[in-house]
């Protein structure tokens, strides 16, 4: 079956800090992945997709990137943190065929101080 | 542009009453439709989706959705609220683009009274 891991589950960082959220697919290969931030008591808002190692697509103009250095692993990055990057972050990966569902992590809970 | 919306941001019910939560759409596709839920600090989970076939779907913990086209509706209920139901719930649709996205709702808090 498959899964996938997201960490760490918690993250306190100082602002101007560096950061790096990593998430890793099992059980699937060539997903569609994700990143999604959840601001609190707010929607999802999608990040980054990736529909292939190397690949990737930003929804929105920020202060991350992301990365897929493996077909099965993504990775969420800045160089400096601002206030405004806390939120709950969610990695998702989604089958490329077909009309299911998306599958996520359990999320990190970052908060920059 | 495709979108979906959820009317009311919190909805308050008595344990043992209906729970209906509401989730409108805008495609110009027939689309994919899915319910999520979400316990505070944790990721989301399935309740139930549409892709074809019977437009009403049956999810986990009890909970059932209608796909209407006509209205373009896709309505979240339960029978009977469970103090377990407490939790943030998500409509989405899977939309597909360039590539394959999923756009959620903003979301609706239920709340269940002893």
């Known amino acids: 079956s498959q899964t996938i891991h997201q960490w760490p589950a918690t993250l306190v960082q100082p602002v101007g800090s560096p950061l790096s959220l990593e998430c890793t697919v099992e059980g699937t290969s060539n997903p569609n992945l994700y990143w999604y931030r959840q601001a609190a008591g707010r929607g999802l808002q999608l990040l980054f997709y990736?529909?292939?190692?190397?690949?990737i697509s930003s929804e929105v103009p920020q202060n991350l990137s992301a990365s897929r250095p493996q077909d099965r692993q993504f990775i969420l990055s800045s160089k400096k943190l601002l206030l405004s990057d806390s939120g709950f972050y969610l990695c998702?990966?989604?089958?490329?065929?077909?009309?299911?569902?998306?599958?996520f992590g359990q999320g990190t809970r970052l908060t920059v101080v | 542009a495709q979108s979906v919306t959820q009317l009311g941001s919190h909805v308050s019910v008595s344990e043992g009453a209906l729970v209906l939560l509401r989730c409108n759409y805008s495609?110009?596709?027939?689309?994919?439709l899915f319910w999520y839920v979400q316990y505070p600090n944790q990721g989301l989970q399935l309740l139930l989706k549409y892709t074809t076939g019977a437009t009403l779907v049956k999810g986990i913990n009890g909970f059932e959705a209608e796909f209407k086209k006509s209205e373009t509706s896709f309505h979240l209920t339960k029978p009977s609220a469970h103090m377990s139901d407490a939790a943030e719930y998500f409509c989405?649709?899977?939309?597909?683009?360039?590539?394959?996205?999923?756009?959620f709702g903003p979301g609706t808090s239920l709340s269940v009274i002893p």
């Open positions: 998702a990966w989604m089958l490329v065929q077909g009309r299911g569902e998306a599958f």
């Open positions: 495609s110009s596709v027939p689309p994919y």
């Open positions: 989405a649709v899977r939309l597909k683009t360039s590539y394959d996205k999923v756009i």
């Open positions: 990736s529909v292939g190692i190397g690949q």
